[in-house]
């Protein structure tokens, strides 16, 4: 599983770019680098256009493994 800046530093695809299919902002996909959430269709809209390599899942937050 990738992050949204492994791929786009190996694919070689602008912010603007990858802004395009997703059909978002470039800021907005600065804002998803920098530790944003996007909402879950954006995310599923991700994994598509990364096919596969950005899956829904690399949003999700792991969970805490301190015990409570």
């Given at each position: 599983?990738?992050?949204l800046a492994q791929f786009?530093?190996?694919?070689r695809m602008t912010q603007q770019a990858f802004a395009d299919a997703v059909g978002v902002s470039?800021?907005?996909v600065n804002r998803w680098l920098n530790g944003a959430m996007p909402s879950w269709g954006k995310a599923?809209?991700?994994e598509r256009v990364t096919g596969g390599v950005v899956p829904v899942a690399s949003?999700?937050?792991e969970p805490s493994s301190e015990a409570s």
């Open positions: 599983m990738a992050t786009l530093k190996t694919s470039q800021p907005t599923a809209a991700i949003w999700v937050a």
